[in-house]
């Protein structure tokens, strides 16, 4: 049988628990096929015989002397079949545990799979984990087949028995079989037409499954991913290169560059050996372009329009499934690879490891084991430009590093977390700062202090209201300058508009910022009482004014704060009436080095004011600095 | 995108990846139908140019017209080449069956091109389906310190993220045809009009479907006198590319000793 060359081929990935017999089916589907060399069915019969034993389909496969001997498939192989209706490449993945790596390289490159599961053995361990992969990856095709039919003696009630509990295990991944097919691959029941030993079977072959599968649709109407692969300067062009991930881009577009947020016109679409300059590309094309301005582009950036622009941000969450032979563990670095850029993350937390037996999660775990899949929070040093998996699967997707080799992978989900593009951007032009003629100096002399911001970060319930109105009171009752910027009396005035989605907690805490730089360049001493969770926006808050910023941590755990509880606010996280509660369901991130930690759990409230007033008096008093004058 | 721009685009991606992460690599031309397209598929990445050398381990065995065909090209296509001698066959393991010990000379030049050129990364045109063990390869493949093939213990590959870092002593085979198929090879060298050695096509009713050293080729029936009636005929063939390659008949796992010691 031959079908034109000239569409694609359908990959399929074969995965399944070891010694389900995936080489079985996978040489028994090629011999029914008629897709074999001539001479290779001959050859395996010859072998089997040698070998003294049944004929052996999986050595069609077995191609190599070590694998026969150990008969374990070791590695992913790669046989090319086609049946009436089209071409297929198919993919040999190993069951054994120790080649989850090979399994993955498999899978991540399939359209479609077929899951192999032993009738008389049922899902074992790694049918499991290899569904729960498939998933992972977003591989949404997937045949079920029940194989070694004959050793159930053929019975529909196994069958029917396998078929509840498969459908269950995968409809809690979310993900649906495409048929469940019963099937003898060694005796060729059930592959190409309906298995006639099984006369209670109505369904589809496995041919006819296979055959209804659709090919990958390229994501030419997504928005436009094109990132930077490298930049060359063989002649006078200046070419920047790589593939377009996604969506489209033209001569004369107008793009943005992330993270470095510059945009510039797209003069030129380069090409060798072409009938006509290309006036367009699209998803999946390997480009070049030159651009209106020498800006200064590099590998790693990522391009897109001005709208429908990629995340920046510089934490995110992800499932991972991790290959390492060490454990990922919290506070370990690992280099990141995201499309064509690589920065170095580090592990902040591990918040689930998930238990592929029954699809349960825990957490409060350390590392997380090879062959093992959990949900991580990572970080990195500078802004990085991604989608969540869901948007857009190419660039919401990385792999971990560990000094020379891969040993992990992840899906990118921003849960909680806000995109931080452009937060810091001046987007006024024709601007110019005025000098003052009365100096900080002066206004700290007039004073008798110096201003400043005292930040207070902390959750909710940790006492950073009610520490920091009575520091006020004590302050002022000393002759400071001193005035408290309260969370919930901002909201009434200067952030009315805002919500409380991670997005407009970021501008919360950008306005706060600015209007505490003001106050404290003023002469006046700030103190903010903002839960402030994302680290990234009081390092942001930070900058604004770094020479006046003091990071104070008010420091409780959850379960004293949500004791306290003063504005009943976690019994309504809790009953889910409010949503994305800090503590609760959207992440607090832990101070790394605040000038000050005030732990307030088994304090009063008076101890831990008279510990910020004695840093008060030691970093902002004229007096103090000026030898008790 | 049809086919043939899908499978372009990935070739030029990986070649691409490897030019960025590498600056001592260079290409293997083995004057073949493949090793051309895969020049090629360098100059589509490269818009033109071909910035690294293309490197020849010489057998003296090649057919008189591959060597017309090299000195040819070369000089058109404005590349720098690197030819090297291959050693005497005295200094091959003698244990090896005859055409596999013949066909090892050029693994040896190999690994004493690549020690002279202090080479980081070497480009190979192989294909998964040409041979068995060759479906079992990385695009991007480790080799150890005698140039080894450790295919028990490979690395993982995924989401076009190839392995790029390394412990010093190792290198790094490129394969970026690697899946591409026979068919592929042959409509694309149509499609862009690609030069190849006239050996290919049949004379006397007989051609050479693959491409080595003048002992150990045989050419096969054949007909086929243009690219469109190869096509033709490979459509309908089910007898194996490789089989006029006498070293891949040898003994059950020749073909792998051969790659596992560093062959193509």
Redesign the interface.
Known sequence: M?V?????PLKLVVVGHVDHGKSTLIGRLLHET?S???GKAEAVIAMSERRGMPVEWAFVLD????ERDQGIT???????FNTEKRNYVIIDAPGHKEFL??M??G???SDAAVLVIDAKDGMQEQSRRHGYILHLLGVRQVAVVINKMDLADYREERFQELTTEIRNYLSELGLEASAIIPVSAREGQGLITAPDKMPWYQGPSLVQVLDNFTPPI?PTERPLRFPV??V?K??E?R?I???IESGRIHTGDKILISPSNKTVTVKSI????TKAPALSA?A???V?ITLSEQLFIE?GQMISHESNAPFETNVFRARIFW?GRKPLEIGKRY?L?LATNEQIVEVQSIETVIDVENLTTRSGDTTLERNAIGEVTLRARSMLALDEFSDNPKTG???L?D????VG?GTIFMEGYPDQRSRTDVRSTNITAVEHRVTPELRAHANGHEGGVLWLTGLSGAGKSTIAIELEHQLFAKGYQVYVLDGDNVRFGLSSDLGFAPEDRVENIRRVGEVAKLFASAGVLVITAFISPYRADRDRARSIAPDLFHEVYIAADVATCEGRDPKGLYKKARAGEIKEFTGVSAPYEEPVTPEVTVETADRTVNESVAELMAYVEENFSMVKRNGGR | ??????L???S??IL??A??KFDRMGMLWSLGKDSNVMV?LA???????V?FPLMFCDTGKKFPEMYDFQKKYSAEWGVNLIVRDCPPIEEIDPTLPPATRSAARKTEALKRLIAEQDMQAVVAGIR??EE??R??E?VFSPRGENAEWD??D??????D?F?T???PGTHIRIHPILHW?E??IW?YIQR?GIPIVDLYFSKNGKRYRSLGDQDITNPIKSEAGTIEEIITEL??T???ERSGRAMDHEA??AF?RLRTAGYM
């Open positions: 031959h034109s060359s000239e569409i694609p008629n074999l060399p001539d191609a190599l002397q070590a070791i590695d992913t192989t790669q046989i090319f790596k090979n993955v390289s899978a991540a490159l390229l692969q490298d060359y063989f002649d062009r070419i290169a790589g593939r380069e090409s060798w050996n699209s999946g094309q390997s070049g590998r290959l280099k690879k997707r990385f792999v590093v000094e020379y080799d891969t992978g | 995108m049809d086919h043939l721009d899908a372009e685009a990935q030029v991606y691409r990846e030019f960025n090629w100059r589509k990445a490269f818009l033109g140019h910035p998964r389906d068995a063990t479906a079992k990385r295919f028990r490979q690395p993982p590959e995924f989401w993220q392995k870092d390394f412990a198929t068919l592929d409509r862009e459509e309908g089910s007898i194996a059950e796992d792998e």
